[in-house]
């Protein structure tokens, strides 16, 4: 589709759940909001806009009490789960939900699918892009699985670091993850520096 950008912007899991008064707070994440509402006001990603969220059923092995790491969070329709109220998303943004079966953890915007019933990838390849611009929570987990899916894949990556924040199980999780995904090729950059 030659009319569609090749550049598009990924926001990974803005959601209550990640925010202050959560059920999963990542430190520091109500601060990427603001940073991503000004890369939704960029003129060169507003035509095409992803946005992929955690969506989980009430048991899943994702969570402690069924054999995973984590509380309780995002499980699907409760207002954990929603976006940031302030995240500006317009009204034809992309979702891609992920993480809804009881055996899967849903780490990666890859493993989502949109509305449509496409998976993340199929979507892409249909519309052209080849240029993926990232942001959300959290660094050490979505974000990064999410960044070396797509290099993966072949896309282009640039990640805005002043947009993303990580939850830091170990310390030092989020400084790796960074590292870990501009060795596999991803760009850093910050919102206010980034030009589409």
Known sequence: MPDQPTSTLLIVDVQNDFCSGGALVVQN??????????????????????ASRDWHPPVTVHFKEHGGVWPVHCVAGTDGARFHPDLQL?????????????????????????????????????RGVTHLVVGGLATDYCVRQSVLDALKAGFEVTILTDAIAGVDLQPGDSARAIEEMTEAGALLTTADAFTP
Do not use: C, M, W
Request: charged share 20%; net charge negative.
């Open 29 to 50: 994440g109500d601060r990427v909001v603001p940073v991503l509402n000004r890369a939704l006001a960029q003129p060169g990603l507003a035509g095409l806009i992803y």
């Open 90 to 126: 317009p009204p034809e943004t992309i979702i891609v939900t992920k993480g809804g079966t009881p055996s899967t953890h849903g780490y990666s915007a890859f493993e989502g699918t949109t509305p449509s019933g496409e998976t993340l990838l199929e979507d892409l390849r249909r």
